[in-house]
């Protein structure tokens, strides 16, 4: 059973990428708008944290998000590329919480927010999945 996870404060993580048809609103059924939708920003916000403790975590363990709190204040349209980055600010045992902001390919802030993360046994976690139908 993992206990608390000794990873250091401000680690960091980065995930980048260039928008596509595919990644927008209108694409993935968030809106009708042919930009950068939000779960895709708020997906590319969680790789930068996965990113931040990659090799970091104890062995057959992994993280999982459990809390969101993102705000999208930029569109983006297709074509451009989008950066985001974590900060881990705090460990508190398994629970990860990072600081998240994604930024344009000219520096605008398009996205930021806060993302808790939870570090489970893999091997356990799975075992608690309901059968597929």
Known sequence: MLRAVALE????GRAERTVGDGDTGAAVGSSDMAVLATPVLLTL?????????AGRLP????SVSMR???????????GRTVSATARLERV??????????ARDADGDLVGS???VRIVVDRRRFGERLPPAQ
């Open 68 to 78: 969101v709190h993102f705000d999208h204040v930029r569109p983006v349209p297709v």
């Open 59 to 62: 062995a057959g363990s992994t």
């Open 9 to 12: 404060v401000g680690a960091s």
């Open 113 to 115: 927010g806060r993302i």
């Open 92 to 101: 508190e045992g398994r629970r990860l919480t990072f600081t998240v902001e």
């Open 45 to 53: 916000s969680e790789a930068a944290t996965i990113d931040a403790v």
